[in-house]
């Protein structure tokens, strides 16, 4: 007989960084990384028309555009009678 396999759950490594944890990785990318070279790097990027640039300047400068779903209903899609119908037991 085949065991089930466990895939629900919490995992070990899953989730959101300690707040900790992330400033570490901040200040190690710090030490390693010049701010001004990243940015003069996404000029260029921009410059050269790279959407995902232009994208991620846009989201940070103005912000992310909040998603919209665009949903359309018909009321001809629904039999109103059935709908709205009392059921005989219940009476």
Known sequence: MKEKSNRGGAREGAGRKSKDEELKIIE????IIESDDVIKSLKVLIKEGNFNAIKLY????????????????????FNIKELFKVND???
């Open 58 to 77: 846009l989201e940070y400068r103005y912000g992310k555009p909040k998603e919209t779903i665009e949903t359309t209903h018909n009321i001809n899609d």
């Open 89 to 91: 037991r219940d009476k």
């Open 28 to 31: 190690r990318l710090d030490n």
